[in-house]
């Protein structure tokens, strides 16, 4: 089928939506005229390798409602299974063997204020005047990890979905137990039936210094070398850091990351939903944070540079966060999926 196809050009055709299809149609082609398990293996392999090449996707996902209605606007991190990055801070990282969502933005002032109109969060922000002001799409600031775990498990909640993050009656976090369901071992911070969540540090780290073709860069915009410093924008390989007034707004925070994520250097730190030492196995310890701030010096922004802070700290005003999410199957995959068993049970009969 590739007969003649170099691998630049696999790459190109991939993200082609007019070949994804002809792919497709190979595919139960010839799953019709085998019939076996076999080929259905070799398909679903055949679409790991689109998404592993396709170019960023743009996800929009509703919250709330009326005036108090948002979007999140989050990206897909393909190439599942990727080999880890060994040149920065934990080494290895950036290694995740799935397929998966993160905010294309860090999440804003406006997010919060709705959140806490419809779900009565009461989740208080850093008063941003003497940084450039309190507008609603900048990102919301003076957010502690608890806080924003509790923003994440309204997100999941009102949508249907299970909470991502355990806390008794008087707001303390609590490890998720085997006793619960959705309990990971490995994770004792997230249940696994959450759709929406904290980006680990792994999550993190590959949305922003990784890429689809599995180049690692030192800085989160797609580059070895220190971006550009602007105080807003979108320009390619610019970042806010550096001393301007203030963050800039969340979509114009300059350029994006080889993923097509904004603002993951400079702008603001952001939590990640891993304690600093890598295990999430005591609820209080620090998390780790990344990214760097309109502040900062480019230094801050790269592979090598986490940070940690308390979780209950909701006094930085240089601190935010972003969101992750569970990616759901394609409408069509699910078809073509249910295509496959069809044709099989036709040819046993």
Known sequence: MWS????????HLAQSGHLQGLIVGWCVLKICQEGSIS??????????????????????????????????????????????DTTGVPNPAGSVGYVYNIGKYEVSRDMIEKANNVGGLGI??????????????KPATGISWYEAARFVN????????TE????????????WSSADTGYNASNQYRNSLAKFYLPSTDEWYKAAYGSPNSIWYNYPTGSDSPPLMVSSGTTANTAVYGGPLGPADIDNA?????????????????WMETAYDGIN???????EIRGGTWLNPSSNLEASEPRSDSPSDNTSFHGGFRVAMVPEPSALSLIV???CGSAILRRRR
């Open 337 to 339: 999926v249910g295509f």
């Open 124 to 137: 208080d922000m850093y008063n941003m005047t003497s940084f450039g002001g309190n507008g609603s799409n």
């Open 4 to 11: 003649g196809v170099n691998g630049k050009e696999k790459s």
């Open 39 to 84: 080929m259905i293996v070799r398909f679903l392999k055949v679409l790991m390798m689109i998404g592993a090449t396709a170019s960023a996707q743009s996800l929009l996902q509703t919250f709330g409602s009326g005036a108090n209605a948002f979007l999140i606007d989050f990206v897909e991190i393909g190439n599942p299974g990727n080999a880890a």
């Open 254 to 270: 300059g350029g994006l990351s080889a993923w097509g994520a904004m603002g993951m250097g400079g702008n603001v730190w952001e």
């Open 281 to 287: 196995d005591l609820g209080y310890e620090n998390r």
């Open 154 to 161: 309204w997100l999941n909640a009102s949508t249907g979905n």
């Open 164 to 175: 991502a993050y355990k806390f008794d009656i008087s707001g303390t976090i609590l490890l």
